[in-house]
């Protein structure tokens, strides 16, 4: 049996919610923690995962967007992604499945979270 190609791992993940290791982030904490991460998608390297916080922490800066909890998502409360993508290896990637595994995205939460950083790292868009 072959294992998944890289092209089908991008498919498989894209809109996955992971709680993403903090060193992975990198936070350097006295206490190990995570962050939700929603993997976007990738390339044949690496997949592209958008940092979640706590709404409180987001302080109403620019260039992030707000998902609500759902069933499906596995979200606890209303988190804050940063439009600041951040690549991991696959490798990498693939050590939070299953066990780290929260849930997945709301498609029409998958279309914002793609358009708002579209719209955050175009240039032409005056950001």
Wanted: charged content about 30%.
């Amino acid at each position: 049996m072959s294992s998944p190609s890289e092209h089908d791992l991008a498919n498989h993940w894209t809109g996955s919610i992971y709680a993403v290791p903090d060193k992975l982030w990198g936070f350097e904490l006295v206490v190990p923690g995570s962050h939700p991460g929603a993997c976007l998608g990738g390339d044949e390297r690496t997949a592209i995962f958008l940092q979640g916080t706590d709404v409180e922490n987001d302080w109403g800066r620019r260039g992030r967007t707000r998902v609500l909890p759902s069933a499906s998502n596995g979200l606890r409360k209303e988190t804050s992604f940063r439009l600041a993508p951040r690549r991991l290896r696959w490798r990498r990637a693939c050590l939070l499945h299953p066990e780290r595994h929260l849930g997945k995205l709301d498609a029409d939460d998958l279309l914002r979270l793609r358009t708002e950083l579209d719209e955050a790292l175009d240039p032409e868009a005056g950001h």
